[in-house]
């Protein structure tokens, strides 16, 4: 049934009938309301339609939709340009010759880099504690896997919706990664990043990570080779121990902690 008098942060809204099963499913199991139109009676709705799963915040103001693509034209311009593994990131991980690290990103979002570390080999399991994100990651995955070029890429992620602490608390020595990977999110200190489609819709949808820290001491006692925590360039440390050696680029700065 179609919810038309639900105040709620979120909703599912199927665009066609043909998606209204896909749309009541998704509502199902993430407890969440059917939108009955694109209105703002919701602040975001979750789209379903023939291409993809989107997230879109509503009222005049809104962006636009996001979606988790890893066959866009954006990702395909990456992949073939983005340096492999001479880009910070992959020298960040540690990337070399008969070395592909075991990888937990602790952290997915969106899930872009998790499958660029993919894609240079490693294998990689996406954490994310966000039910929504978590559902579009699984669209994303799902979806890349009928794409000739992406299907041997994602046979190397692994997703698991859950909170990334109690996750790495839980872990079995022996399945302990090689490498743990944090891109948390922080209350911005400027005005620039607003300019961010996804980065507002992210952050209006999950909120700051105020338990990064946390989250940091917990990785340095699970990882086997190193920790890697992704900041903006000009940002502090995260928490209190200075990482091993920084690398640093245009806009992002990946803090290395190795053990």
Known sequence: MIHTNYKSAIAVYPVTADQYKWAQKIAAELKIPLAQDESGEFQFLLICSTDCLALKQTGK?????????????????????GGGRTQALARAIGLKKGWQPTV?????????????????????????RSPILATM?????????????????????KLTQTDSKEF?????????????????????????????????I???????DPDAEKLLDIALDCAGNRVVVKR?????????ADPSHAITGKTSRFDVYLI
Do not use: W
């Open 104 to 128: 937990i990103d602790t952290t997915a979002g969106l899930g872009r880099d998790g499958f660029i570390l993919a894609h240079l080999g490693c294998s990689v399991h996406l954490l994310e």
């Open 232 to 240: 903006p360039r000009l940002a502090p440390i995260l928490g209190v």
């Open 202 to 208: 992210l952050r209006g949808l999950a909120g700051d």
């Open 137 to 157: 990651l699984e669209d994303g995955l799902e979806r890349a896997k009928q794409a000739t070029q992406a299907a041997e890429i994602v046979s190397r992620i």
């Open 168 to 200: 790495l608390q839980k872990l079995k020595k022996q399945d302990r990664p090689d490498v743990i990977y944090l891109d948390p999110m922080f209350p911005e200190r400027t005005k620039s990043s607003l300019v961010k489609k996804e980065m507002r």
């Open 61 to 81: 103001k809104g962006p636009g939709p996001i979606m988790v693509n890893f066959t866009d034209s954006t990702m395909e311009y990456r992949l073939r340009h």
